[in-house]
């Protein structure tokens, strides 16, 4: 019986660490851009008190800023429920960093980022290598513009080695983890081997030692109990 009351109680507390784990994302805010050619263009914003970088080549039309007077795609992460995970809610509208040539793209943050989420929207037909492992945490959703015909032409799927994915020959739509801690002397990096036009990406982070924060009391209640029951 003491077994039996002990699990129960023990589930009871683990329960509350998917609430605990679904922090707000907090997504960059693309600020300016200084296009120069593929593959010195950048792209600069801010996550929180961390700048953030994206060097390599971009679609100067369509990619989005905040603060711009008029976007082309003023809805381009909609609908929210196509980029919700685990960790918390998707991008907002409308930050966006556009792709079109094949090449690759190098992230530098200012402070230590550790599992960094990157959300991606229309990536038809890509064949994408990152410089570490990755999660797929979400995909297969439709977008207000690209990828509304159904879930199975939308998603990405992972490669044998976990450390990129191929999109559909539809529009591929959800958000990726990459694995590790990255800086400016450790930028994270990703290689599409195809060109495509338009696809594009955005990066956020989560706010991990929070949500431990949260659950670590819980857990030191419950350990206490089951001692004292024991």
């Known amino acids: 019986m003491k077994a039996a009351i002990k699990s129960f109680v023990f589930l009871m507390a683990l329960s509350t660490v998917p609430a605990a784990l679904a922090s707000t994302v907090t997504w ?16 600069t914003g801010n996550i929180g008190s961390i700048t953030v970088t994206a060097t390599g080549d971009f679609v100067a039309g ?9 976007y082309p795609w003023p809805n381009v992460w909609s609908p929210e429920t196509t980029y919700h995970t685990v960790y918390g809610n998707g991008p907002p509208n409308p930050d966006i960093i556009a792709l079109s040539n094949a090449g690759t793209e190098t992230i530098t943050f200012s402070q230590s980022v550790t599992n960094p989420l990157i959300a991606l929207m229309s990536w038809n037909g890509s064949d994408v290598t990152f410089n570490s492992t990755i ?43 990459v694995l590790g801690t990255f800086n400016l002397s450790h ?37 206490g109990f089951l001692r004292r029951k024991a």
């Not at 369509?62 to 008029?70: A, H």
């Not at 594009?200 to 030191?220: D, H, N």
């Open 28 to 43: 960059a805010n693309w600020t300016s851009e200084n296009y120069q050619g593929n593959p010195s263009s950048t792209v």
């Open 62 to 70: 369509d990619t989005q800023l905040t603060g711009q007077t008029s």
């Open 135 to 177: 999660k797929i945490l979400t995909t297969g959703g439709p977008n207000n513009y690209w990828g509304v015909a159904g879930a199975d032409l939308n998603k990405l799927v992972i490669n044998a080695t976990s450390t990129g994915f191929t999109g559909p020959n539809g529009e591929g739509n959800g958000v990726i983890q």
């Open 187 to 223: 930028p994270l990096t990703f290689t599409n081997a195809n060109t495509e036009y338009w696809h594009g990406f955005t990066v956020g982070t989560v706010p991990l030692p929070a949500a431990l924060f949260f659950v670590a009391p819980a857990l030191a209640g419950v350990f």
